[in-house]
Every structure is written in C-alpha cells, then in structure tokens.
C-alpha cells in the first residue's frame, strides 16, 4: 500500500500522524472546508485511507402514508356473515314465541324476545320493553356472535338492543342515538339501514342564521334626530366659549400690565424729548451763541493782555460747544438716557434701538 496523498483540509499530515477515519476532527475539518454530503454513506473506519472504504450514494425511499380511521368500538373490528344468519333466525323465529297476559311475546331464558318483523335479538336481563317491528342487530355483520345464531333461532348479531316508540336501547337501557347498524323495517319486511339519511347541520345553522331576524326591543330607544334640541348649539358650548374669552381677556391685562411696568422703568432711564422742549432748547442755545459772539466782536484787539486773551479762549470754547449742541439737536426726533454708573451702558443701548424703530416707523 503506497503513501496516501495529502489532502487540502488535514492537519494530519504535518504532524506525521496516521490518517484515522474514525477521529471525529477529520469530518469537523471536511465539513469546515467543503461542506457536508447529503445521501452519501462513508464507512468511518475506512475513511479516506486507499483501497479502503466504500462510498456509494443513498437513494430515497419513497414512502406514502395511508391514514385509515379504525373502529370507535372493539367489537366492530371483528367480521363475519352476520346478516345472513340473522336473516335466517328471522325466519325460524316469526310466529313461534309465545304471549303473556298482557298480549307482548315472552322472553327467553336468556331473556330475548322475537322480533315482529326484522328479526330478535338478545338483551340480557331488559325484558320490560317490547320491540315493535325495529330491529336492533349491527348491519354488515359488525358485532359477535349471538346464542341465538348457533342455535339457529333467528338471533340477530350485535348487542342487543330493544326499541320503543321509536328508540333503541342499550344493555344498560340508555338510549342509542345514531349508532350504526340500526335497522328499520319496510312494507316488505326487509331490513335497512337508517344511517343513510344524514343532515347538514352546518348547512342548515348557515341558512337559519341568515334568514333570522333582529327582535325588536321592549324600549326603543328614541332617534336622535328625533329630539327637539337636534341641529340647536348645546347650551354647554356658549357657556365655555364665555369662560374661554374671559381667560383670553384675563391673560391679555396680564400682558398689559407687564407692558406698562417695563415702560415706566424704562422712561426713567430713557424717553423721547417732546417737540416744545426740544424747540426751546433749539432756540435758547442759538440766543446764548448768538451773546457770545457779540462779547466776543466788542473786545477790543489792542489790549492784549493775559485776562482778555483768557476770555476770548473761554468764548470761543463756548461758542464752539453750542455750535456742536445744535448740530446734535438738528435731528427730527432726540432720545434722551440716564447715563449712571449702574445703567448707563443699558440706557445708552436702548435708546440707539428705540432711535432705530423711530426711524424704520418713520419711513
């Protein structure tokens, strides 16, 4: 046997080992480089060592499930000819029972009574009901063997059961609702089953419910637009759009008040010089300039001595400050601030922004 070759997913390999099959990390590994093979059959053992091994691929079973309902009772599952010995026992078992006083067939010491018409069956121990013409025996020979089919006396197969007005009866003497291999008796005196007519209780609930009707009320209760106050504004709704325009009005002083409070503040800080005011301060310093410059041509330029040169300086300084007084005051409107140390920046402030919204009103 020759050197196996080396593979691409082993580690096996550089540590000089031997290639095991049956070591879990092989097929970690295979399974981490090329992924696992779906319907393949590898022998662990044998795996990838040469001339060993077999590798052969699975193919599938097809399987089909058949569902099949068994029998709800036992006794059902057990199949025979039932119907034919039944039909025999009728024969041999019409007309050959005794009556009691009352007029209704005797039972047997097994406690069954002939049938009139489809045949007995064997009820153990329930003799108090007679059985008119239903027939009470499994179809299809469903049910065990009876005495009475042995014996050939006409025993129908089954449990048993005895009608009256029209329901049969267990050995318990409950009642039997629906059980298969009921049978009834025609004209003919043949025997059928009464399973066959079937109802659609589905269907006929759909039809009842879509043909019902609402029932009406007692107390009807009256149509809104009945009422004498329909299409009429509720009387809540005047009383709130009151109460609404008293908080509007309420809110609104509040604003007002807040309003004046900053207006008092503010006019001691800044206010608006009034027209009258400005134009007496307009002309007092032009009367004042107008006195200093007549001292000023009356004094005399040959005498040219230290106090005269003093006063001259003094007004020409003053003429000079009442000159730039009116070029300040030749303006359409003068703000006037406090200028303190505590507000001063503040009032100097304001009154440029109250100057400013003068003069965008203004345009």
Known sequence: MGEPTKPVY???????????????RFFKQREAVIGKNVGDS????????????????????????????PPLVDEFRQS?????????????????????????????????RPA?????????????????????????????????????????????????????????????YGQRGVGDANADGECRDSHLATKN?????????????????????????????????PAYLTRVKGEVAQEKAFVKSLDDAKVQHQQNVFSKYVYLLPREEHEKLVGDLKKRRDECLSELQKMPFSKDIPSMRKRRAELERTIADIDNALRKLDKDALFIYKDDPVNGQWAKEAALKEAQKYAAESL
């Open 116 to 176: 009139e018409g489809c045949g007995t069956h064997p009820s153990e121990g329930d003799d108090t009901r007679p059985n008119e013409g239903y027939g009470a025996g499994l179809a299809e020979g469903y049910g065990p063997r009876s005495a009475g089919e042995e014996d050939g006396e006409g025993l129908g197969r089954g449990r048993g059961t005895q009608g009256h007005d029209g329901i049969e009866y267990d050995q318990d003497g409950n009642p039997l």
């Open 201 to 233: 209780f589905v269907a006929s609930n759909i039809v009842e419910t879509s043909n019902m009707v609402p029932r009406r009320r007692k107390v009807q209760v009256p149509l809104a637009t009945e009422r004498k106050s329909f299409g009429q504004a």
């Open 42 to 69: 590898v022998d662990p053992q044998n795996y990838l060592k040469k001339g060993g091994g077999v590798r052969h691929v699975v193919p599938p079973v097809r399987e089909e499930k058949l569902y099949c309902k």
């Open 80 to 112: 025979g000819n039932g119907n034919e010995n039944g039909a025999a026992g009728n024969e041999k078992s019409t007309g050959t029972g005794e009556l009691d006083e009352n007029g209704m067939p005797r039972s047997r010491n097994n406690g069954a």
């Open 10 to 24: 082993s580690t096996f390999f550089e540590k000089g080992k031997e290639y095991d099959g049956s070591n879990v």
